[in-house]
């Protein structure tokens, strides 16, 4: 068994709720208010932003330049592939961005940007890795479900396709890569941070299908 399903194991519970999750289960049923998918739109574009700054970071750090061209393909990929999907739906709906970051959003991306600045480049990588697979798991799931005449059939055909795919595989490819080179402690580390970044793509989901806001 590879490190990579070593860590998909212990995160199964987590995927099998976020499936289970009315964002997901509505969104694939074509049904999910467009109040609770426009908050999403606004909060992922202010999260791709610093996606894409936390793949730069493993880009300007990485050790080797194919590692450096990788990294920053996704950095790259981050902000084009998705900016694109992003503009269908601001216009679509007619959402105005939005410049706050809700809790689920600011927890995710600062953790993002400081695991990335300030871990190990393994443990960096870790972190971004369920921004990835999750979404390439989450994607399939819905595309194969999903009712034809969707509202959201353009996210779920970004996620659940080729090019999104291949990203994902080099992706894993390269967080074995490191596994092998990592000490134990550093291996506990990354599952450490791939746990935590897994469950936050759950809140993330949470934040947008309660319209979650700061309290105080
Ligand atoms: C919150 C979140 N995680 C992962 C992705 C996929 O890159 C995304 N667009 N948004």
Redesign the pocket.
């Known amino acids: 068994m590879t490190f990579t399903d070593q860590l998909w194991q212990e995160i199964a519970p987590v995927y099998e709720v976020i499936l289970s999750h009315g964002f997901v289960e509505e969104l694939m049923a074509g049904s999910l208010p467009s109040p609770t998918f426009q908050y999403y739109i606004q909060?992922?574009a202010l999260?791709?932003a610093d996606?894409s700054r936390a793949l730069s970071q493993l880009a300007a750090r990485s050790a080797n330049p194919d590692d450096m061209l990788q990294f920053t393909q996704f950095a790259q990929n981050?902000i084009l592939v998705?900016r694109a999907l992003h503009e269908t739906y601001f216009s679509l709906y007619a959402i105005e961005p939005e410049t706050t970051k809700m809790p689920a959003?600011f927890a995710?991306t600062n953790y993002l940007l400081a695991t990335t600045s300030l871990q190990s480049i393994a443990v960096g990588a870790a972190a971004v890795l369920?921004?990835?697979w999750?979404?390439r798991q989450v994607g399939k799931y819905i595309y194969q479900q999903a009712i034809r005449e969707n509202p959201y059939r353009a996210w779920i055909d970004t996620?659940a396709g080729d090019a999104f795919d291949q990203s994902v595989t080099q992706m894993l490819r390269l967080t074995d890569q490191f596994a092998e080179l990592a000490s134990p402690t550093e291996r506990a580390n990354m599952q450490e941070a791939f746990r935590v970044s897994s469950r936050?793509?759950w809140y993330?989901w949470n934040d947008a299908y309660t319209q979650n806001r700061w309290l105080v």
């Open positions: 909060q992922d999260y791709l996606f981050a998705e959003c995710y369920p921004c990835f999750i979404y996620y936050l793509e993330f």
